[in-house]
């Protein structure tokens, strides 16, 4: 069965550093998400991409983060300079394409950040 | 906007006990309601969904159904097991563009004992 890859699983840096994470969607899936969970709670959305465009990105924290899907297929969401405030689970997610019948986002194992 | 409030845990029961988890949501139009287990260290596995009133999800003995009257998805399972305990998100999307991100509950810790 297909899944989101997503790396690293974990990673620590210290504040001030700059941190990268990597996304491989389901082969096909046009719609590619990335969320972040705080510990204890729900996870929220930071941006969203149909293909290579990005379509949401109103709750990611342009000064610091950034993210990017050239070719429309994996997907690499930057941090520089990581805050104490930024230690999360990182998850990334994919759907096919937001059509009627296709409802269900999958999500990787998520990438679980220490900021020190 | 759409929010989705869901019972604080954590929830503790016996081995067969009846679990029931409560989801209310907020939302415009007609979204999608979706169950997430979250196992420790990994990521959300998607556990059911129904996406329209009066749809029942099911999945691995647990059910919800789309309750548009009482804005409602209560998770229900007749007899838990040990290897049920994880934390339960609820959530909603709506189907197409922005709209499609999910917006997840706070989720409830589930313990099950022997």
């Known amino acids: 069965e297909a899944e989101v890859a997503q790396s690293p699983r974990y990673k620590i840096t210290e504040k001030s550093q700059a941190v990268a994470f990597w996304c491989d969607p389901i082969s096909g899936h046009a719609t590619l998400y990335w969320y972040r969970q705080i510990l204890g709670q729900g996870p929220e959305l930071l941006v969203q991409f149909q293909d290579e465009s990005v379509v949401d990105d109103s709750q990611l924290p342009k000064d610091r983060f950034s993210a990017e899907r050239l070719k429309g297929v994996d997907s690499t969401l930057k941090i520089q300079p990581a805050e104490l405030g930024d230690s999360a689970m990182y998850l990334c997610?994919?759907?096919?394409?937001?059509?009627?019948?296709?409802?269900?986002?999958?999500f990787g194992p998520g990438t679980r950040l220490t900021v020190t | 906007g759409n929010s989705v409030t869901q019972m604080e845990g954590p929830v503790t029961l016996s081995e067969e006990a009846f679990l029931t988890i409560n989801c209310t949501y907020t939302?415009?139009?007609?979204?999608?309601l979706f169950w997430y287990v979250q196992y420790p260290g990994e990521g959300l596995q998607l556990l059911l969904k129904a996406t329209k009133a009066d749809d029942k999800g099911s999945n691995k003995g647990f059910e919800a159904t789309y309750r548009k009257e009482t804005t409602s998805f209560h998770l229900e399972k007749g007899s838990v097991q040990v290897s049920d305990s994880a934390v339960y998100f609820c959530a909603l999307s709506g189907n197409t563009g922005t709209a499609s991100k999910l917006t997840f509950g706070t989720g409830t810790r589930l313990q099950v004992m022997l």
């Open positions: 997610a994919s759907r096919k394409q937001p059509g009627l019948a296709t409802y269900e986002q999958y």
């Open positions: 939302a415009t139009g007609y979204p999608s």
